[in-house]
């Protein structure tokens, strides 16, 4: 009271009230950093950030913010650059049941390389992974904050396990749902391996109805405009978004769909058609109509370099257990089969496809960082690899501040959520990574990680190595006992 009255004299008096006279309590400060505005691409220096909870509750000039609040924890910015919580928007956990423990054991892998949210785009776990999802949110399970789309929308005995068979258009009404009413999911997915291309339209018309966002693989027998049209939100993998480049796509897609063509001599004539002027066409109507691209880069270029590229030696080898190192060995056996000619081919088509990277964000495309890292994605690391994806997206073309908003931004953008993540603002999510040097100089400073705050908890680089010597110790010992 009497301090009220004291504040009420300085206001009569037309002074304002001295503010240190009673500093706010927080939990965590993090004093002289250097912000980077992602959006504004501008290192804002000397700052404070202040953490209560899991909010962000203030930002500021240092010494105004460490006069107006008292923390708990104080983290010494100087010298070091502070970013949002970084998104990988497609993961995958799967391989069966006997993976559960090993697919678990990647979660800390994603928070160890600064990664604060993942989007899982549907594997052969669902149920496992929408209970993953509420025992992290509870707190139950140490973890990324995960997204789901639970199982994915697929036609009849498809090529993918952990679906929703759909053959009718009854079956997808019921399907979305479930996903909806029962599942909850974030998102829905739906591939194509055995899915009716006009299923696959219906399901996104309908999902769009429902309010539910969408993602797939667009079936080879339409064109992209079509699943543009009846609202696909995202198209996942870059690959597809190629595909709208080819100025005869809707011909050859029609000749597919009547049989008259196989898969491979339609790939062929979208790569012979491909056509500058039409793909640029193509992804202004995209970004008119609101649809993100998420490219997979990095997952496309280990595939098509697996005859090259050794990975015995890789350090990320020691992370994966051995059942899930074991499902990688499909993709290799695969390449290994594929003459020079077949490989040659592998190699121009994903130059080829990478050159759109550029063209997609001069058209205003927003673009996606997400990996594709889990089962089956030989050699895609969990969390290491989503600084391999951004980092291909500068060696391609891109910005180092488009690279990181691409996986800092347009995830919650995608979602709606640009008003809790994405930025270093006060009413946003504590979800935090700082780092040791500048990733708008190089963007390989995402990987100078000094420490990862994730709903207001920090993780300093000595816990950040313990997670990771934590995953790095159950690998061994399921190699330990695979090998006795
Ligand atoms: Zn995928």
């Given at each position: 009271?009497?301090?009220?009255?004291?504040a009420?004299?300085?206001?009569?008096?037309?002074?304002s009230?001295p503010?240190?006279?009673?500093?706010?309590?927080?939990?965590v400060?993090?004093?002289?950093?250097?912000?980077?505005?992602?959006?504004?691409?501008?290192?804002?220096p000397?700052?404070?950030?202040?953490?209560?909870?899991?909010?962000?509750?203030?930002?500021?000039?240092?010494?105004?913010?460490?006069?107006?609040?008292r923390?708990?924890?104080?983290?010494a910015?100087?010298?070091?650059?502070l970013?949002?919580?970084l998104?990988?928007?497609?993961?995958?956990?799967?391989?069966g049941?006997?993976l559960?423990?090993e697919?678990?054991?990647?979660?800390?892998?994603?928070?160890?390389?600064?990664?604060?949210?993942?989007?899982?785009?549907?594997?052969?776990?669902?149920?496992?992974?929408l209970?993953?999802?509420?025992?992290i949110?509870d707190?139950?399970?140490?973890?990324?904050?995960?997204?789901?789309?639970g199982?994915k929308?697929?036609?009849?005995?498809?090529?993918?396990?952990g679906?929703?068979?759909?053959g009718?258009?009854a079956?997808?009404?019921?399907?979305?749902?479930?996903?909806?009413?029962?599942?909850?999911?974030?998102?829905?997915?739906?591939?194509?391996?055995t899915?009716?291309?006009?299923?696959?339209?219906?399901?996104?018309t309908r999902a769009?109805?429902?309010g539910?966002?969408?993602?797939?693989?667009?079936p080879?027998a339409?064109?992209v405009?079509?699943?543009?049209?009846?609202?696909?939100?995202?198209?996942?993998?870059?690959?597809?978004?190629?595909n709208?480049g080819?100025?005869?796509e809707?011909?050859?897609?029609?000749d597919f769909?009547a049989?008259r063509?196989?898969?491979a001599?339609?790939n062929?004539?979208?790569?012979?058609?491909?056509?500058?002027?039409?793909?640029?066409?193509?992804?202004?109507?995209?970004?008119a109509?609101?649809?993100?691209?998420t490219?997979?880069?990095?997952?496309?270029?280990?595939?098509?370099?697996?005859?090259?590229?050794?990975?015995?030696?890789?350090?990320?080898?020691?992370?994966?257990?051995?059942?899930?190192?074991?499902?990688?060995?499909?993709?290799?056996?695969?390449?290994?089969?594929?003459?020079?000619a077949?490989i040659a081919?592998?190699?121009?088509q994903?130059?080829a496809?990478?050159?759109?990277?550029?063209?997609?964000?001069?058209?205003g495309v927003?673009?996606?960082?997400?990996?594709?890292?889990?089962f089956l994605?030989?050699?895609?690391?969990p969390?290491?690899?989503?600084?391999?994806?951004?980092?291909?997206?500068v060696?391609?073309?891109?910005?180092?501040?488009?690279?990181?908003?691409?996986?800092?931004?347009?995830?919650?953008?995608?979602?709606?959520?640009?008003?809790?993540?994405g930025?270093?603002?006060?009413g946003?999510?504590?979800?935090?990574?700082l780092?040791?040097?500048?990733?708008?100089?190089?963007?390989?400073?995402t990987?100078?990680?000094?420490?990862?705050?994730?709903?207001?908890?920090?993780?300093d680089?000595?816990?950040?190595?313990?997670?990771?010597?934590?995953?790095?110790?159950?690998v061994?010992?399921w190699?330990?006992?695979?090998?006795?």
């Amino acid at each position: 009271m009497k301090r009220l009255l004291a504040a009420f004299a300085f206001v009569l008096l037309g002074a304002s009230p001295p503010i240190s006279a009673a500093p706010q309590q927080a939990d965590v400060i993090i004093r002289q950093v250097t912000i980077v505005d992602v959006e504004g691409a501008r290192p804002v220096p000397g700052q404070a950030v202040v953490l209560r909870g899991d909010d962000i509750v203030a930002v500021g000039a240092d010494a105004a913010i460490a006069r107006q609040w008292r923390a708990k924890r104080r983290v010494a910015g100087e010298g070091k650059f502070l970013i949002p919580g970084l998104w990988d928007m497609h993961v995958h956990f799967g391989g069966g049941p006997e993976l559960i423990e090993e697919n678990r054991a990647l979660l800390p892998l994603y928070v160890a390389n600064g990664i604060t949210t993942i989007r899982d785009a549907s594997g052969d776990l669902p149920d496992q992974v929408l209970g993953w999802r509420s025992e992290i949110a509870d707190g139950r399970l140490f973890g990324p904050r995960l997204l789901t789309s639970g199982a994915k929308i697929e036609g009849i005995k498809p090529l993918w396990k952990g679906t929703i068979e759909v053959g009718s258009t009854a079956d997808v009404d019921a399907a979305l749902a479930r996903l909806k009413d029962r599942d909850k999911v974030d998102f829905v997915k739906i591939t194509d391996s055995t899915l009716k291309p006009e299923l696959f339209l219906y399901a996104l018309t309908r999902a769009k109805a429902l309010g539910l966002r969408t993602s797939g693989h667009i079936p080879m027998a339409l064109t992209v405009q079509q699943a543009v049209d009846a609202g696909i939100s995202s198209i996942e993998h870059l690959d597809y978004a190629y595909n709208a480049g080819a100025r005869d796509e809707a011909v050859i897609a029609a000749d597919f769909a009547a049989g008259r063509i196989d898969r491979a001599e339609a790939n062929r004539r979208l790569d012979a058609g491909f056509d500058r002027a039409t793909a640029m066409a193509a992804y202004r109507r995209f970004a008119a109509q609101g649809v993100s691209v998420t490219p997979t880069l990095n997952g496309s270029r280990i595939i098509a370099y697996l005859d090259r590229d050794d990975h015995k030696k890789d350090a990320g080898l020691a992370y994966i257990g051995p059942k899930l190192r074991k499902t990688y060995d499909w993709r290799v056996e695969r390449a290994a089969k594929a003459d020079a000619a077949a490989i040659a081919a592998r190699h121009e088509q994903i130059e080829a496809v990478a050159t759109i990277l550029p063209m997609l964000a001069e058209a205003g495309v927003p673009i996606i960082a997400g990996t594709d890292a889990g089962f089956l994605n030989s050699f895609n690391y969990p969390g290491f690899g989503l600084h391999d994806e951004i980092g291909l997206f500068v060696e391609k073309g891109l910005t180092p501040a488009q690279a990181l908003v691409s996986a800092t931004r347009a995830g919650p953008a995608w979602f709606g959520w640009l008003d809790r993540y994405g930025a270093i603002k006060p009413g946003m999510a504590a979800d935090l990574v700082l780092l040791t040097r500048n990733p708008l100089d190089d963007i390989a400073a995402t990987r100078a990680i000094d420490s990862v705050i994730l709903r207001g908890a920090v993780h300093d680089r000595a816990a950040l190595d313990a997670m990771l010597a934590d995953t790095k110790a159950k690998v061994a010992a399921w190699d330990a006992a695979v090998v006795r």
